[in-house]
């Protein structure tokens, strides 16, 4: 019986390299965001913009379509 490989193992591999670039993305945002920004609550929320932005952009793009 010939052993074959399942597609959702193979690409379950490569989270690593997508958690990478993820987290460089986040810390590139981060320094971004704290740069515009002066005290220590807008530097806590500059954080938690730079977490949710993707979700921001791809809403903004969503809904430039439906307009």
Excluded at 35 to 41: H, S
Aim: aromatic letters at 14%; glycine letters at 6%; a positive charge.
């Amino acid at each position: 019986m010939a052993k074959t490989e399942n597609n959702f193992i193979k690409i379950g591999k490569d989270k690593k390299e997508s958690g990478t670039i993820a987290f460089l993305t986040y810390i590139g945002a981060a320094v971004y965001f704290v740069n515009q920004v002066d005290g220590f609550w807008n530097v806590v929320a500059a954080l938690l913009k730079a977490a949710v932005w993707p979700a921001i952009l791809i809403y903004n793009i969503l809904q430039s379509f439906t307009a």
